[in-house]
């Protein structure tokens, strides 16, 4: 008797579970339209949320044109506005397939700790941006250069969590904020004058009173050669192979790189046409015999 029941119940049992697959099959074409439909709108609504985060942008890029705020300033916060949009999108897109956004919230919180630590260069980044556009150390178009990393270039943009230099080689160089915030920077656009340091050699038999009147003139006759500051030649070194001279001038911002190759090049010729030898590498060998038996 206990037998018989027991295959009853597994039969029973059978037929319940095939109840259930026929009823999930039943419903699948249907679930599966609503889960095409939820995707669907997905995508429109990301599509356009991207259209309205484009707008927001430039809403808020004009008004700080018309503001006329820094250039910088403008970067760092459209990168910031537009991350923080997307991750509001994301979330609102993820709500639409039953995600709740408090749970996400809170479940970030309890790994707070390990995401720091996952991103905590970011977080420095994001934190030596901001640092720049407070304090500015330099803008955009400036002329730096960083002692910490050897690198120079014309300031082109200020993101988020990068710097962009353009080198005069036209070579673009990235350097996170948080390096730069952190670095010793030389601003070489502070000031409207720059001042030139040219390094000449000249040989032991030259007159060096002579050469620094045929360099002084040189100097006299370049238009670009500021005449309201000082302009020298001095010995700077008495060298192995010969004296170098220091020809220091100034120079306008926009035309010290023209200025001193040109003054550079004018100052061989003018060294050549005066006869006054420019040294180089030289070494004197003695040889002696030994006439001993």
Request: proline share 2%; net charge negative.
């Amino acid at each position: 008797m206990d037998g018989q029941l027991s295959g009853l119940e597994q039969i029973a049992q059978e037929e319940i579970d095939m109840g259930l697959i026929h009823s999930y099959l039943e419903q699948l074409p249907d679930k599966a339209l609503r889960f095409g439909v939820r995707v669907l709108m997905a995508v429109i609504v990301f599509l356009v949320g991207m259209q309205v985060i484009r707008l927001v942008r430039g809403i808020v890029r004009r008004s700080l044109q018309r503001g006329n705020a820094d250039v910088g300033v403008m970067q760092f916060l459209d990168s910031f506005i537009k991350a923080v949009l997307y991750i509001l999108l994301v979330f609102m897109i993820a709500s639409g397939f039953g995600l709740d956004a408090t749970s996400v919230v809170a479940l970030l919180g309890s790994a707070g700790v390990a995401i720091g630590l996952a991103v905590q260069g970011s977080l420095s980044n994001f934190a030596g941006g901001v640092l720049i556009l407070l304090l500015k150390p330099f803008r955009v178009d400036d002329y730096i250069k960083v002692d910490n990393e050897g690198h120079e270039g014309t300031v082109k943009e200020i993101q988020l969590f990068y710097t962009k230099l353009s080198t005069p080689n036209n070579h673009v160089v990235i350097i996170p904020n948080g390096a730069l915030s952190n670095s010793s920077i030389l601003n070489m656009s502070t000031l409207t004058e720059r001042r030139m340091d040219i390094p000449v050699g000249i040989s032991y038999d030259a007159d060096i009173r002579r050469a620094r009147e045929v360099i002084m003139k040189v100097l006299e006759e370049d238009a670009a050669v500021l005449t309201s500051k000082d302009r020298r030649v001095f010995v700077e070194e008495l060298a192995d192979s010969g004296v170098n001279l220091n020809v220091r001038c100034w120079a306008d911002n926009d035309e010290y790189w023209e200025c001193k190759w040109r003054i550079t090049e004018k100052i061989k010729y003018a060294l050549d046409e005066a006869q006054i030898a420019i040294p180089y590498p030289q070494m004197d060998v003695h040889l002696t015999s030994d006439l001993k038996n």
